[in-house]
């Protein structure tokens, strides 16, 4: 599917973060074949208004890229803020356009319904995590969030086994087979992409 988005349907979103600069960003989206001159960033400076402008440009059929799903809802600053409720909203406003929504690391296109479904569940876990990152910057050693999940090296071997195992046609089907302790996220961060549909 991702093979079949034609240029002129292509947009980018950038989202500016500490931890992954504009400049990477936009990088990525001018090496998937979206123009410089259809990509949105938004900065400190700007407060979402590119993310708006993004979605008022889309049409039927077109596809607003960018590297991370996540990056459509701001980081959470404070408690009171709604990252959940704005990534929904962003979502919607896109859909409603007739767009879709492309997130290049995982390689999840929201225009298949299943992708989309995978989609919102990276996104969710992601914000679910930054969340947790917040309130242990907040709270600060009384409040250090879930302990992290650690991995044997046979673990490490099978997941890395059946993650480039041709034999699976999906990522998705590939997971089944690997040891429960890896999520979606974990086998990109730590193997990449493995050269296959989700």
């Given at each position: 599917?991702?093979?079949?988005?034609?240029?002129?349907?292509l947009?980018?979103?950038?989202?500016?973060?500490?931890r992954?600069?504009?400049?990477?960003?936009?990088?990525?989206?001018?090496?998937?074949?979206?123009?410089?001159?259809?990509?949105y960033?938004?900065?400190?400076?700007?407060?979402?208004?590119?993310?708006?402008?993004?979605?008022?440009?889309?049409?039927?059929g077109?596809v607003?890229?960018?590297?991370?799903?996540?990056?459509?809802?701001?980081?959470?600053?404070?408690?009171?803020?709604?990252?959940?409720?704005?990534f929904?909203?962003?979502?919607?406003?896109i859909?409603e356009?007739?767009?879709?929504?492309?997130d290049?690391?995982?390689?999840?296109?929201?225009?298949?319904?299943?992708?989309?479904?995978?989609?919102?569940?990276?996104?969710?876990?992601?914000?679910?995590?930054?969340?947790?990152?917040?309130?242990?910057v907040?709270?600060?050693?009384?409040?250090?969030?879930?302990?992290?999940?650690?991995?044997?090296?046979?673990?490490?071997?099978?997941?890395?086994?059946?993650?480039?195992?041709?034999?699976?046609?999906?990522?998705?089907?590939?997971?089944?087979?690997?040891?429960?302790?890896?999520?979606?996220?974990?086998?990109?961060?730590?193997?990449?992409?493995?050269?296959?549909?989700?």
């Amino acid at each position: 599917m991702l093979s079949m988005v034609h240029k002129k349907h292509l947009r980018g979103y950038v989202r500016d973060m500490r931890r992954l600069p504009a400049a990477t960003q936009a990088k990525t989206l001018t090496a998937f074949g979206v123009p410089e001159k259809a990509i949105y960033t938004d900065d400190k400076s700007t407060g979402g208004s590119a993310l708006l402008d993004a979605t008022r440009s889309l049409r039927r059929g077109d596809v607003l890229a960018m590297v991370h799903g996540h990056l459509l809802a701001p980081p959470k600053v404070k408690t009171s803020d709604k990252p959940r409720d704005k990534f929904w909203k962003a979502l919607h406003a896109i859909e409603e356009r007739g767009g879709s929504a492309l997130d290049l690391t995982a390689q999840l296109h929201t225009a298949d319904k299943l992708q989309r479904d995978q989609f919102i569940q990276r996104v969710i876990e992601a914000l679910a995590s930054a969340a947790r990152g917040h309130s242990s910057v907040k709270n600060g050693k009384m409040s250090a969030g879930r302990p992290p999940i650690v991995t044997t090296p046979d673990e490490d071997k099978l997941a890395e086994r059946v993650w480039f195992d041709r034999r699976y046609k999906t990522n998705t089907e590939a997971m089944k087979h690997g040891p429960a302790s890896y999520s979606r996220q974990r086998y990109y961060d730590k193997f990449g992409p493995s050269g296959r549909g989700s």
